[in-house]
């Protein structure tokens, strides 16, 4: 267990559906990280929260969204779906100083049929 | 654009045998780069840090050198066992820690 939890494990949903993963960072993490990993690809940035805040984002759709709540959990959500938006989405934390690794979860997969 | 490259092709090495990986970059400044390692379905794991003004980091059977000159860095498994067969990422990370990211990772292979 790295300490990050994400929720879903797995998610086989319809093209058009919308879908909401969560993920809770390590204890004393305040930076939060969303990536994308299509079959055979590397990961794809989507976006960076810290303490609630956005902080960096990636080649995000507008389909998509995130957020950070006080609790400092993540959500990020997915509509409109279509099959190429099937992939493994992990959830990664960072504690406030820099210079630190990243602890990933064990990631969402989606599955758009 | 920024763009990261490391070996697209399978590493295949004997036990026993150093695993040399590279990880070159264009168009990127980074402040520091990460090593991680990812088993299939699973999450990478974060190993080893080395910053800008740093040129080489050991942790135990792992080293890492980095050149900002070539843009380059290399990543070394000394005496490489079966269990370390794995795809090895890295990843490039900017001053204040934001937007990360990450090259397509090498496969490795280790022979018993």
């Known amino acids: 267990d790295s300490g990050v939890t994400q929720t879903p494990k797995h998610l086989i949903t319809a093209t058009g559906q919308r879908v909401t993963l969560r993920c809770s960072p390590r204890?004393?993490?305040?930076?939060v990280y969303w990536y994308q990993q299509s079959l055979d690809q590397g990961l794809q940035f989507l976006i960076q929260y810290y303490n609630g805040e956005e902080r960096a984002k990636g080649n995000i759709l507008e389909r998509f969204s995130a957020q950070q709540f006080p609790d400092l959990h993540s959500e990020l959500n997915l509509s409109s779906l279509e099959l190429g938006d099937s992939a493994l989405y992990f959830c990664?934390?960072?504690?406030?100083?820099?210079?630190?690794?990243?602890?990933f979860g064990s990631g969402t997969r989606l599955t758009v049929v | 654009s920024q763009k990261i490259e490391q070996n697209s092709e399978a590493l295949n090495i004997q036990e026993g045998k150093t695993a040399t990986l590279t990880c070159n970059y264009t168009n990127y400044s980074p402040a520091y780069l990460q090593w991680y390692r990812q088993d299939p379905g699973r999450g990478p794991v974060f190993l080893l840090l080395i910053r800008e003004n740093e040129k080489e980091k050991r942790k135990e059977r792992l080293k890492v050198t980095f050149d900002t000159t070539l843009k380059q860095s290399l990543f070394h498994i000394t005496a490489s066992q079966p269990a370390d067969s794995a795809t090895y990422l890295c990843a490039l990370v900017h001053t204040g820690g934001f937007k990360t990211i990450f090259g397509a990772g090498t496969r490795l292979f280790v022979k018993a």
């Open positions: 204890s004393g993490d305040l930076s």
């Open positions: 990664a934390s960072s504690p406030p100083s820099e210079g630190y690794g990243y602890t």
